[in-house]
Every structure is written in structure tokens, then in C-alpha cells.
């Protein structure tokens, strides 16, 4: 156990849905990242938050968003979903969010589009 | 920005033999290579990790090695076991403040008993 908590762990939802994933970070954390895997993409950076502020970006499409709460968990929002979103989204937590620290992984939510 | 290869795709070898794992990166301001291990369905884990100032790092069967100059590294299993079967993904991290993990394409490493 990573100690990152991730909700839900499976979601099935349809095409032009909006979805809420959640993201607890490992006590002591302040930075989280968000990370989508699927078959065609692989492991794919989003978005990395630090003390509820965004400090980078990946390929994260227009229709995501996310945002870092005071109590340091993290939302991230898929809406307009279309069936290629369908993947295993996976959070990360690390202490300071700096390019050389630990990142650890929770258990992720995947989901399904119909 | 960074892209990182990483060979082989796939890695068969029996129980007690060696495993090598090769990855290159493109951005020479990389300076964090993490090693994960995902097994089916699961989290990512991270298993070893090295910095850009170490040439070198180990933990007990599995070590890993960086070649700044030709940007490369390496992970190296050592008398595998079968519960070393997963898939193992290499990446990549710069930046001053954050972090942008670039992974590699992963490798399905089997071990056979």
C-alpha cells in the first residue's frame, strides 16, 4: 500500500458524461500528479499540483480539469467524455514535487466509456 | 521535450538468470530516472531510482545504471524469480520545481520457473 488513496476504483459511465475522480495523497505530501494510462498512449503525464497550486502541465485535453483542495486531495474532472477517455487514470503524491523526488502511486480508477 | 525508449518490449528468462532492461532519453536536462514495476491492473511501483550526479545505484538483486553522455540507463535483475514477472517502465524527469515523469513504453519481463 502506497498510502495514496484514489476513488472510485472502477467507474463505467457513457459517452458525453462528466465523471469526478478523487485523490487522497500519502500524509505529508503536498504535491500531487495525475497520470492517464491506456493501451495506445502508455503512462502519460496531465497534471502535477503543489500546495493547491498547478505547477505543470502535460497532454491534458481541454474537456480535464483538476485542482488541489487545502486539505491537499485532489479532483480531477473528465466531462463531454468521449470513448477513447476510457483508461486507468492513476495518481501520484510526492513531498515536495521537485524534478528528482519519490513519486508514489495509488491504486488508480479505471474507467469505461459506453 | 523528452522522449524516452526503452527496450526490449518483452523479456523472457529462467528463474535465476540475469535481466537487463535498456532505456534512452533525449533531453540532456534530465536529471531523475525512476525504475517502476507494474503488475497486472496495478499501481505503478516505484523499485529504484538514480540522480544525475550517481553513475550507480543497487538494492539487493536489482541495480541500476546511468550514462550521462550517451543518455542512457539501464536496470539490472539479478537471479530473477518468478515473482519478478511484470511490467517494468523506465522514465525520465527535468525541471527546476516539478515534475514531468516521460515513461518508456514498458517491458513484459516473464520469468519462467
Known amino acids: 500500500d502506497s498510502g495514496v488513496t484514489q476513488t472510485p476504483k472502477h467507474l463505467i459511465t457513457a459517452t458525453g458524461q462528466r465523471v469526478t475522480l478523487r485523490c487522497s495523497p500519502r500524509s505529508g505530501d503536498l504535491s500531487v500528479y495525475w497520470y492517464q494510462q491506456s493501451l495506445d498512449q502508455g503512462l502519460q503525464f496531465l497534471i502535477q499540483y503543489y500546495n493547491g497550486e498547478e505547477r505543470a502541465k502535460g497532454n491534458i485535453l481541454e474537456r480535464f480539469s483538476a485542482q488541489q483542495f487545502p486539505d491537499l486531495h485532489s479532483e480531477l474532472n473528465l466531462s463531454s467524455l468521449e470513448l477513447g477517455d476510457s483508461a486507468l487514470y492513476f495518481c501520484?503524491?510526492?513531498?515536495?514535487?521537485?524534478?528528482?523526488?519519490?513519486?508514489?502511486f495509488g491504486q488508480g480508477t479505471r474507467l469505461t466509456v459506453v | 521535450g523528452e522522449n524516452v525508449e526503452q527496450h526490449p518490449s518483452t523479456l523472457s528468462v529462467q528463474e535465476g538468470d540475469s535481466a537487463v532492461i535498456k532505456c534512452t532519453y533525449s533531453?540532456?536536462?534530465?536529471?531523475?530516472f525512476p525504475w517502476y514495476k507494474q503488475e497486472l491492473g496495478k499501481r505503478p511501483q516505484l523499485i529504484i531510482d538514480i540522480r544525475s550526479n550517481v553513475g550507480e545505484k543497487k538494492d539487493q538483486r536489482i541495480a541500476v545504471t546511468l550514462n550521462k553522455t550517451a543518455k542512457h540507463f539501464s536496470l539490472h535483475i539479478t537471479e530473477t524469480q518468478p515473482e519478478d514477472s511484470a511490467v517494468y517502465f523506465c522514465?525520465?524527469?527535468?525541471?527546476?520545481?516539478?515534475?514531468?515523469?516521460?515513461f518508456g513504453t514498458g517491458t513484459r519481463l516473464l520469468v519462467s520457473p
Open positions: 501520484a503524491s510526492s513531498v515536495t514535487g521537485g524534478a528528482d523526488t519519490e513519486a508514489f
Open positions: 522514465a525520465a524527469s527535468s525541471g527546476t520545481g516539478f515534475q514531468k515523469l516521460v
Open positions: 533531453d540532456s536536462a534530465s536529471n531523475y
